[in-house]
C-alpha cells in the first residue's frame, strides 16, 4: 500500500515500525463498500440479516440484522442502529459530530473564533476507540518502538506506565510537575533535551485537567509551554507529538486556568508539531461505560502543496489507524454511539450542554470547598499541589509513608483515599477524587485527615 503524502510529513518520521508498517486492506471492507453502492444481491457483510417476520413475533416485513426480541426491552432506539457492526473508525456521523463538538469546544473562548476554519479544515475527523484507554494505547503503539521515550509528568495517570512500559515495552522520560506551585517548564526542557539526545522524535503525553493532580496550566503558563514548544520545534527541527490527554476537558474551575484543551494553540504552531487530541464521552457526557473514545489530529499547512494533498494526507491517516484499530479492537459499540448521536444532535445538543453543567457546577462546589478546608490544616506534614479543575486533587505528605496514612485513614478514620508513592522521584502522597464525595461531607473528610495527622505529632 502506498502512502504518498503521509509519507512525507513529520508524522511519519514520527511514527514507530509499527505504525509505519500498518494499514488497511482493501479486502472485505473495499468489497463490501463497492456492493453496497453497485450491487443488489449483497453476500458480502458477515452479519446475519432476515426479514424481521421471519425471526420475531410481530416483525415488520423489512430486511435487518437478526437480533433476539428481547434485548428491545432495554432501548427505544431501532435496532438497525444498535446491532450491526460500526465501522471501524467509528459511524460517519458521530465521527463529524464529535469534529463539531471538538471546534464547538474552542467557539466558546473569544481567541478561538477566528482560528474555526483552520480548525475545521486542518483537524482530521476524529478515529473512534473503545474508550480514550485504546487512544493512548493506539497512539503509544503508533509513535513508540520499544525502548523509546515518551516524557510525561512525574504525577500521572497510572495506568500510562501500565500502557508504555509495561505492554509496549516503551519508557517513559518524567519531568518534575512542579516548582514553588507552578509547572516546572525547567524540568520539563531538560526532559525534552534528554530524549533529544538519542531520538529523531519527541512524544509527550499531557493531561490537564490532570488525574491525580488536577492541575491546568494558568493562562501564562500555558503561554510560556506554547513558547516552549515552538522554540523546541525551531530549534531541535525534529517532529514534536505531543498528545493531549482531555479525559477531564470540560470541568475548569478557575478563571486563571486555561478553559480548555492545550491541544487548540498547538494547531498551526509548527510544522514539527503534531498535536493530537484524545477525548471521549467517558467523563465529558458521564458515560463512564460506554467505552467511546476519539483520536483526532492536527495537520500542518506546510505539508502540502494543494488541497486535495491535504485531504489525500487525511485519508491515509484514516487507514492507518483503521489498520491499527481492525487489528486490535475491530471497532467500538455501535449502542454507544447512537446514544452520542443523539446526544449531539442538532435539536439535542444545547440540552446536553446544559444537563452537563449541572455537573460541571457542582463539581465546582466541592473544588471550592475541600480546598478551603484543606488551607485551613495548620500541619507543614502536608501540601497541596496546584489544581483548578477536573476530578481530583493531591495531597503530599513531607514524611509520613503515604500508604501508611491511608491505611490508617482508612482502618482508624473510615476514609478512602489513594495514595501514590513513588520514591525514586520523590512522590509521596494520595489523591482525593473528590467527584465521587457529597459536598456536605467534605468538612467532616478534611477534619478526619486532620485527626489523623496529629496522631503524628
Ligand atoms: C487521565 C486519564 N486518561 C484517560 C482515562 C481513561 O478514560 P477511558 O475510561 O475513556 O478509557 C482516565 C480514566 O480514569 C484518566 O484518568
Known amino acids: 500500500m502506498e502512502f504518498e503524502i503521509v509519507d512525507k510529513t513529520p508524522i511519519f518520521q514520527a511514527f514507530s515500525e509499527l505504525g509505519k508498517r500498518i494499514f488497511l486492506p482493501d479486502g472485505i471492507f473495499y468489497w463490501s463498500g463497492r456492493a453496497k453502492k453497485e450491487a443488489d444481491i449483497i453476500g458480502t457483510i458477515g452479519s446475519a440479516f432476515g426479514f424481521e417476520k421471519d425471526f420475531i413475533d410481530g416483525g415488520e416485513e423489512r430486511w435487518v440484522p437478526c437480533y433476539l426480541k428481547d434485548i428491545k426491552q432495554f432501548f427505544n432506539a431501532d435496532v438497525t442502529n444498535i446491532v450491526p457492526y460500526a465501522s471501524i473508525p467509528g459511524l460517519i456521523e458521530n465521527r463529524k459530530k464529535w469534529k463539531d463538538w471538538v471546534i464547538k469546544?474552542?467557539?466558546?473562548?473569544?481567541?478561538y473564533r477566528n482560528k474555526k476554519e483552520i480548525f475545521e479544515k486542518f483537524l482530521t475527523l476524529p478515529f473512534l476507540t473503545p474508550g480514550i484507554t485504546f487512544g493512548i494505547y493506539t497512539c503509544c503503539s503508533m509513535f513508540l518502538n520499544r525502548g523509546e521515550f515518551i516524557i510525561s509528568p512525574d504525577k500521572r495517570w497510572g495506568?500510562?506506565?501500565n500502557i508504555i512500559e509495561k505492554n509496549l515495552g516503551a519508557k517513559i522520560q518524567s519531568f518534575t510537575f512542579f516548582k514553588d506551585e507552578k509547572i516546572d517548564i525547567e524540568s520539563l526542557k531538560k526532559a525534552i533535551k534528554e530524549v533529544s539526545k538519542t531520538q529523531d522524535k519527541i512524544v509527550l503525553l499531557l493531561n490537564f485537567p490532570n488525574n491525580p493532580t488536577g492541575y491546568i496550566p494558568t493562562k501564562s503558563e500555558a503561554a510560556e509551554l506554547i513558547t516552549l514548544f515552538k522554540n523546541t520545534a525551531e530549534t531541535l527541527q525534529k517532529p514534536i507529538v505531543i498528545i493531549c490527554d482531555d479525559a477531564y476537558e470540560g470541568y475548569p474551575y478557575d478563571p486563571e486556568g486555561i478553559e480548555i484543551s492545550l491541544f487548540y494553540d498547538?494547531?498551526?504552531?509548527?510544522?514539527n508539531i503534531i498535536p493530537i487530541k484524545l477525548d471521549g464521552i467517558t467523563k465529558e457526557l458521564l458515560m463512564y461505560g460506554g467505552r467511546i473514545g476519539a483520536i483526532t489530529i492536527g495537520l500542518h499547512k506546510k505539508w502540502f502543496v494543494s488541497d486535495s494533498d491535504l485531504e489525500k494526507c487525511k485519508a491515509e491517516l484514516e487507514n492507518k489507524f483503521s489498520g491499527f484499530i481492525r487489528s486490535t479492537v475491530s471497532n467500538?459499540?455501535?449502542?454507544?454511539?447512537?446514544?452520542?448521536n443523539a446526544l449531539l444532535s442538532e435539536e439535542k445538543i444545547e440540552l446536553?450542554?446544559?444537563?452537563?453543567k449541572k455537573v460541571e457546577d457542582m463539581l465546582k462546589d466541592r473544588y471550592k470547598l475541600i480546598n478551603s478546608?484543606?488551607?485551613?490544616?495548620?500541619s507543614d506534614e502536608i501540601s497541596i499541589d496546584p489544581n483548578r479543575g477536573g476530578f481530583f486533587l493531591f495531597v503530599n505528605l513531607r514524611t509520613i509513608k503515604a500508604t501508611e496514612f491511608a491505611d490508617l485513614l482508612l482502618r482508624k478514620y473510615r476514609v478512602g483515599v489513594i495514595p501514590i508513592e513513588k520514591p525514586q522521584l520523590g512522590i509521596n502522597g494520595f489523591r482525593i477524587a473528590y467527584c465521587?464525595?457529597?459536598?456536605?461531607?467534605?468538612?467532616e473528610l478534611v477534619s478526619r485527615i486532620q485527626e489523623a495527622l496529629k496522631e503524628y505529632n
Open 105 to 111: 469546544k474552542s467557539q466558546f473562548i473569544d481567541r
Open 352 to 356: 446536553t450542554l446544559q444537563n452537563r
Open 159 to 161: 495506568n500510562y506506565d
Open 266 to 271: 498547538l494547531i498551526d504552531l509548527d510544522e
Open 436 to 443: 465521587s464525595i457529597d459536598i456536605e461531607k467534605i468538612p
Open 332 to 340: 467500538s459499540n455501535i449502542f454507544y454511539q447512537t446514544v452520542l
Open 373 to 378: 478546608e484543606l488551607k485551613k490544616i495548620d
